[in-house]
């Protein structure tokens, strides 16, 4: 089925340096993904969608130059927090849709990644 | 527009009884509807899914739904809850009509299963 690899899992750094996330489809071709923040105890909230090839589609409230994504391939999106500060701490989630419907969940199913929990001191 | 209502926040329910976890959803055409799990500190995992044919719907780890089209519910159920149910849960909804395959997913309902 569908896998998608999110790395890495836990990230700890001081205020003002910037951090890359990666998300790969692992058995699938991917040419949109998304990404996603979840505060404690609270819903998801898409930041954007990553299309590959092209620049990211940032929902509404979201800051590009601080949350740079970058989709360079069929299997990998990065997303990179900037100039990171501590509000900027929380679970960041990436997914992908198998177009292709080759997973056993079908091709409308999002497959997503583990969640990267970022820690700004 | 496409919207999803969890309506609690948390469920408490005893080992070996049956739960519900409600969704209710609102599309301008015909809904796909999900459900997926959450585990601490982990990413979302795919449930269940109606897209079209039986209304009810089953899934993983005995999980099954019911979508209702004349009361808008797609309610998730489990007919004996087991500890390591315990988890956060999510539906979800895409409009069909949609160019947008983007699903708007709800707040999370908390499932605890008490021992």
């Known amino acids: 089925g569908a896998v998608v690899s999110q790395h890495p899992s836990w990230v700890i750094c001081k205020s003002g340096t910037s951090v890359k996330i990666e998300c790969r489809s692992l058995d699938f071709q991917a040419t949109t993904m998304f990404w996603y923040r979840q505060f404690p105890k609270q819903s998801l909230m898409l930041m954007a969608t990553?299309?590959?090839?092209?620049?990211?589609?940032?929902e509404q409230g979201v800051e590009k130059d601080k949350f740079l994504i970058n989709h360079a391939s069929l299997t990998l999106s990065t997303l990179t927090v900037t100039s990171a500060h501590p509000e900027d701490s929380s679970f960041y989630i990436c997914?992908?849709?198998?177009?292709?419907?080759?997973?056993?969940?079908?091709?409308?199913?999002?497959?997503f990644g583990a969640g990267s929990r970022l820690t700004v001191l | 527009a496409q919207s999803v209502a969890q309506p609690e926040d948390q469920v408490n329910v005893a080992e070996g009884n049956p739960l519900t976890v409600k969704c209710t959803y609102s599309v301008s055409g015909n809904p796909y509807l999900f459900w997926y799990v959450q585990y601490p500190n982990r990413g979302l995992q795919f449930l269940l899914k109606y897209i079209t044919g039986d209304n009810l719907v089953k899934g993983s780890y005995g999980f099954e739904a019911e979508f209702n089209k004349s009361q808008t519910s797609f309610h998730l159920k489990k007919p004996s809850a087991l500890v390591s149910d315990s988890a956060l849960y999510f539906c979800a909804v895409r409009d069909s009509l949609r160019g947008s395959y983007i699903p708007t997913f709800g707040r999370g309902t908390s499932l605890i299963v008490h021992p």
């Open positions: 997914s992908a849709r198998d177009y292709t419907g080759r997973g056993s969940s079908g091709a409308n199913v999002l497959t």
């Open positions: 990553s299309n590959e090839g092209s620049k990211a589609t940032y």
